[in-house]
């Protein structure tokens, strides 16, 4: 049954153009009609499309791949959407094969019982370079060949939709297999020179998982992939606001050299004591081992932090939190956008005194 609310909206992103101070009526959470201001309904400061989350691990303590269940994946959506996440990719950490197995069987079931919002899978690892493991498990990672890469499609076609690796570690064969299957590359955990990451930008892959962490920085006599990936003109590039993973200051200055090739990630993980990624929440972001494995953030805190400790304008957090990540899967025709008559989930928003609130 549809509910339909009306607001008084003081800003809107349709998913093209900013409007301002236009009465909406929303269906369930879709937009049907933008009007100018003609009667009084509840006001809300903002009406944005749904936030879009790239790499999240799981919520309300159950970790993806320590449940790797259909049932797992209709918790999380329905966890994220409470707070304006209509659209995420589950992630599954450098594992072994038989719980990637069981993930990629968990999103082909989820998705065959009509469940919403989950866009595929990303797996970050096991292709990455132990140097750079972070909190990743030392006994999974490995040097893939052409028939691992091989195998691993046959079971994920059209499931696996990213994967995070560490460049220095595959071929050029490797790569070219992999892009040519539609699964988008980033580069991520990993070593990789100056010289190596613009040639594995040249090679197909086109992202960079979580900015700073884990990569090889940029030092004035070697830039590394930090730096490969401020100067390129397309590679784009995830980044966690939570201020434990990177510096607010940095991450105004990444956005002031990438623009919107820069987007967010929550990185989420959730309290877990099975398998081998035991996260405990330490404060608010997660340990594992002693090792900062993860943030505790949603993407409305994210989108929170980017303008109210990072300093950024309403519009550019928008940017970073819905219309960027939008464009890594622009595949996907609706992403990003809100306009009426377009199948996308909205965010009614006002605005307290710590921060934007959904209203639901």
């Known amino acids: 049954m549809a509910v339909e609310k009306r607001f008084l909206a003081k800003l809107i992103f349709t998913g093209h153009e900013?409007?301002?101070?236009?009465?909406?009526?929303?269906?369930?959470?879709?937009?049907?009609?933008?009007?100018?201001?003609?009667?009084?309904?509840?006001?809300?400061?903002?009406?944005?499309?749904?936030?879009?989350?790239?790499?999240?691990?799981?919520?309300a303590s159950h970790l993806f791949s320590?449940?790797?269940?259909?049932?797992?994946?209709?918790?999380?959506?329905?966890?994220?959407?409470?707070?304006?996440?209509?659209?995420?990719?589950?992630?599954?950490?450098?594992?072994?094969?038989?719980?990637?197995?069981?993930g990629i069987k968990a999103v082909k079931d989820y998705w065959e019982k009509g469940g919403k919002g989950c866009l595929g899978l990303h797996l970050e690892g096991p292709w990455i370079n132990p140097e750079k493991r972070g909190a990743h498990d030392a006994q999974f990672i490995k040097v893939p060949s052409l028939k691992d890469v091989e195998q691993l499609l046959l079971q994920g076609k059209d499931i696996i939709k990213m994967i995070t690796l560490a460049p220095e570690v595959c071929t050029q064969e490797i790569l070219h297999f992999l892009v040519n299957a539609n699964v988008l590359l980033s580069a991520g955990h990993s070593m990789a020179t100056f010289e190596q990451s613009n040639h594995a930008f040249s090679n197909?892959?086109?992202?960079?998982?979580?900015?700073?962490?884990?990569?090889?920085?940029?030092?004035?006599?070697?830039?590394?992939?930090?730096?490969?990936t401020f100067s390129h003109n397309s590679v784009m590039a995830s980044i966690i606001p939570d201020g434990y993973h990177v510096d607010w200051s940095v991450i105004k200055l990444s956005y002031q050299v990438m623009g919107n090739r820069l987007f967010t990630i929550t990185d989420a993980v959730t309290s877990c004591d099975k398998g081998p990624y035991q996260h405990t929440l330490n404060n608010d972001h997660y340990v594992?081992?002693?090792?900062l494995s993860g943030s505790a953030l949603t993407m409305l805190r994210a989108f929170n932090n980017l303008i109210f400790k990072a300093g950024f304008s309403t519009q550019d957090a928008v940017?970073?939190?819905?219309?960027?990540?939008?464009?890594?899967?622009?595949?996907?025709?609706?992403?990003?956008?809100?306009?009426?008559?377009?199948?996308?989930?909205?965010?009614?928003?006002?605005?307290?005194a710590q921060g934007y609130e959904v209203i639901n």
């Open 18 to 59: 900013w409007l301002s101070n236009q009465e909406v009526t929303l269906s369930n959470n879709r937009l049907v009609s933008i009007e100018p201001y003609q009667n009084s309904y509840p006001e809300i400061d903002l009406l944005i499309p749904s936030f879009i989350d790239l790499q999240v691990y799981g919520a």
């Open 288 to 291: 594992a081992n002693g090792v």
């Open 66 to 102: 320590a449940f790797p269940s259909w049932e797992t994946l209709e918790l999380m959506y329905q966890e994220f959407s409470k707070e304006g996440t209509h659209f995420f990719l589950p992630t599954i950490a450098t594992n072994n094969p038989s719980t990637i197995e069981s």
């Open 204 to 228: 197909g892959v086109s992202l960079v998982t979580h900015l700073f962490n884990a990569m090889s920085p940029l030092q004035h006599r070697a830039p590394g992939l930090v730096g490969a």
């Open 319 to 352: 940017a970073l939190c819905i219309s960027n990540p939008a464009r890594v899967f622009n595949g996907v025709p609706f992403l990003g956008t809100s306009a009426v008559g377009i199948d996308m989930p909205c965010i009614p928003l006002v605005h307290r």
